[in-house]
Structures are given as structure tokens and as C-alpha cells.
């Protein structure tokens, strides 16, 4: 069965550095989305991107964040200058289509540690 | 967005069936109803959504309400591996591409 795969699946970084987490979606899909889940909380939605752009992003996605396709594959989140409360996991997810009427497929997810 | 309430936990035995129930009384009449679920240490899973009748797929059976203003997610035969946060979310037809709201979910213990 098609998976969406996430790299790397653990990352530890210093408190203002850069960070860049990979997904490579379904190859067939075209929207994709990046969540996260602080330990013992919701998931929670960061970003919808299609077309080469953002389509939705929530207040969490602030200028710290951005999001690229940069080849026909991979799609990354790129976090500017990380905080300590950006230690979290971050799960990529790729639809087909954005319809209700189909599910979203996600990664395994990626543990974002913040030290 | 319509909200859905879920217990918060729910346990169940190996091998029995398991009826996760999921009340979504402000839903809309274009609201599908998706079931995901979380396995310890993994990205959430889609299960299984429908609309209005129910619906079965190799994985589990969603049967909603006449009112549709509840449904439950059936595991006809639970394992072990089907303990995991199990989520019921709303998605509105009429949209186009939209954020999936996970609230708590109800955690599934199955004990053997």
C-alpha cells in the first residue's frame, strides 16, 4: 500500500537553529499538509499547500515556518529558528483530492527535540 | 465547524466486538463523517467516513444515526493491534481542501 514517508524520524536541535523536515507524499497526490502534536496533546493542523502554494494555515504557522515542494517529490517544512516549544511531533499527510469524500493519508512522523 | 464528543476511553477483550460512539448533534446536512485513529507512536489513520448510510470497509463498519446526529465505529473482531486513539471529525462537503480538527479521541485499551 503507498505510504508517505517522513525523514528524519527523530531530530534534536539547538534552541535557534534551523531545521528542515522531510516528507515525500504519495506520488499520485496533489494537496499535502503538515500537522503536529506536542507530547500529550491534540494534533493539530499547521499548513494545506497545492499549486505550488499555501491554501490554508493556522495561527500557529507564523513567519517562523514555511513550507516548499522543491522538486517533483519531496515536500519539507522548514522552521526558521526553533523554540523550545517547537518540540513536537510532525506528521506530512497528501490527499488525492481535498474532498470530504476521501481520507488523507499520514507519516509516521517526525520528533522535533528542541534542547 | 460542527464539534463531535467522544468518551475519553474505552476498554474492550481480545476477539469481541468494540462500538465506539462519537455524538455530532450540531452536524450539518453536508457534513461527512471520518473516523481516523492514532496507534501508539504513529501518524493518525484514516478508518473510515460516510455520509448518510452505513458503511463497511475491510478495516471496520461506520453506522450512523437516522438523525445522523451520531454514529459508531464498529471493530467487529478487536485485536490487539487495534488499541489506538480513535477520532471522529466532521468534514463539510461543500468545501474543497480543509484542515482535519482532531479533538481528544477516545484511547481503546484491548486487554487480552
Known amino acids: 500500500e503507498p505510504e508517505v514517508t517522513q525523514t528524519p524520524s527523530h531530530q534534536v536541535t539547538q534552541m535557534g537553529q534551523e531545521v528542515i523536515l522531510r516528507c515525500v507524499p504519495i506520488s499520485n497526490h496533489l494537496y499535502f499538509y503538515w500537522y503536529r502534536q506536542i507530547l500529550g496533546q491534540k494534533v493539530e493542523f499547521l499548513v494545506s499547500f497545492y499549486n505550488n502554494e499555501i491554501s490554508e494555515k493556522s495561527e500557529i504557522f507564523d513567519d517562523q515556518f514555511s513550507v516548499e515542494r522543491p522538486d517533483g517529490s519531496n515536500f519539507t517544512l522548514k522552521i526558521r529558528s526553533t523554540k523550545l516549544e517547537d518540540s513536537a511531533m510532525y506528521f506530512c499527510a497528501s490527499s488525492e483530492r481535498p474532498w470530504a469524500q476521501e481520507g488523507y493519508t499520514f507519516g509516521s512522523g517526525t520528533r522535533l527535540t528542541v534542547v | 465547524d460542527a464539534k463531535t464528543t467522544q468518551p475519553n476511553s474505552m476498554e474492550s477483550n481480545e476477539e469481541e466486538p468494540v462500538h465506539l460512539p462519537c455524538n455530532h448533534s450540531?452536524?450539518?446536512?453536508?457534513?461527512?463523517i471520518h473516523w481516523y485513529r492514532q496507534l501508539p507512536s504513529q501518524g493518525p489513520e484514516y478508518v473510515i467516513h460516510?455520509?448518510?448510510s452505513n458503511v463497511n470497509n475491510r478495516m471496520a463498519s461506520l453506522a450512523i444515526a437516522e438523525d445522523r446526529k451520531s454514529s459508531t465505529l464498529i471493530l467487529h473482531r478487536a485485536t490487539l493491534r487495534d488499541a489506538a486513539v480513535y477520532y471522529c471529525i466532521l468534514r463539510d462537503g461543500l468545501k474543497g481542501a480543509q484542515k482535519l480538527v482532531f479533538g481528544q479521541g477516545t484511547r481503546l485499551t484491548i486487554n487480552p
Open positions: 450540531t452536524i450539518s446536512g453536508t457534513d461527512y
Open positions: 460516510g455520509l448518510t
